[in-house]
């Protein structure tokens, strides 16, 4: 049953590009900003949030990248930088769009009680490795994970 293990190694990226969708909402920078604390900065925390708001808008829309660019708080290296974020973004986006409802089509065509929770299993095991492995790649060197996650998906030059 190639069902099971397509559902398996899919999970993971599924529930990933689910927490990124969710992460890169107002909602949840106006948590951020309210339950974390900041670095200290001269600007004051609603200018500080107020900006945090326009870079958000910048990766999600491109009215929000022509306001980023207007602002003129930005140089050209960051501009360029949130440029490839959104377009990294709209493809991981558009993946979660397609890949969350196969995912959920393919669990529901297994039918087999046995089947799914086999599925629901192996899709767990899978998604605690990859924790676990995000996990121990940060703390062992995180500015290597760091860079290493932007060499591969941004011109190394624009970050």
Request: aromatic share 16%; net charge negative.
């Amino acid at each position: 049953m190639w069902r099971v293990p397509l559902l398996a190694l899919l999970y993971p990226v599924v529930l990933t590009l689910l927490f990124v969708r969710l992460a890169f909402t107002e909602p949840f920078v106006d948590f951020l900003y309210k339950h974390t604390e900041l670095t200290p900065d001269p600007l004051p925390y609603e200018v500080r949030l107020e900006i945090a708001k326009l870079g958000l808008r910048s990766v999600l829309s491109d009215e929000g990248m022509q306001e980023f660019k207007n602002s003129g708080l930005f140089n050209a290296r960051e501009i360029k930088h949130m440029e490839d974020v959104k377009k990294l973004l709209s493809s991981l986006f558009l993946l979660l769009y397609i890949a969350l409802p196969l995912w959920l089509v393919l669990l529901i065509s297994l039918k087999d009680i046995k089947l799914i929770g086999k599925a629901l299993f192996f899709s767990s095991v899978f998604l605690e490795a990859f924790v676990v492995f995000v996990v121990l790649a940060s703390f062992i060197n995180y500015e290597w994970l760091f860079v290493a996650f932007h060499n591969l998906f941004f011109d190394p030059y624009s970050w």
